[in-house]
């Protein structure tokens, strides 16, 4: 599986970015997650999006802010990242994973796949 992500860009504060990740290969992934990276600190879970029945979950930094969006025909996912504040300026990433059980979830250990990263940066 190859993972793609795009969308990445400069906002200001409280305006909004969509990102997306394609999937190609042999998309087999039960779910599908993003992950974000910032300067000088660990990578931590976002949000993931179970790539069938639809279940999303979220870290408490975005809850509210965030949505993850599926688009299984085309084998995307989205981002939709709203009211952006510098705290989310990071390289972002997607991953996949075909086996990934629920409380699993936030591990980036969990995860097989893993797309390039796209950087968000937002200024104040």
């Known amino acids: 599986v190859q993972l793609q992500a795009s969308g990445g860009g400069l906002v200001q504060a409280g305006g909004s970015l969509r990102l997306s990740c394609a999937a190609s290969g042999r998309s087999n992934s039960r779910c599908m997650a993003w992950f974000r990276q910032p300067p000088g600190k660990d990578r931590t879970f976002v949000a993931a999006?179970?790539?069938?029945?639809?279940?999303?979950y979220y870290a408490d930094a975005v809850k509210g802010r965030f949505t993850v969006l599926r688009d299984n025909a085309r084998n995307i996912i989205y981002l939709q990242m709203n009211s952006l504040t510098p705290e989310d300026t990071a390289v972002y990433f997607c991953?996949?994973?075909?086996?990934?059980?629920?409380?699993?979830?936030?591990?980036?250990?969990?995860?097989?796949?893993w797309g390039q990263g796209t950087q968000v940066t937002v200024s104040s």
């Open positions: 999006i179970a790539v069938r029945a639809g279940y999303t």
């Open positions: 991953a996949a994973d075909p086996s990934i059980i629920q409380s699993s979830l936030p591990s980036r250990d969990a995860y097989r796949y």
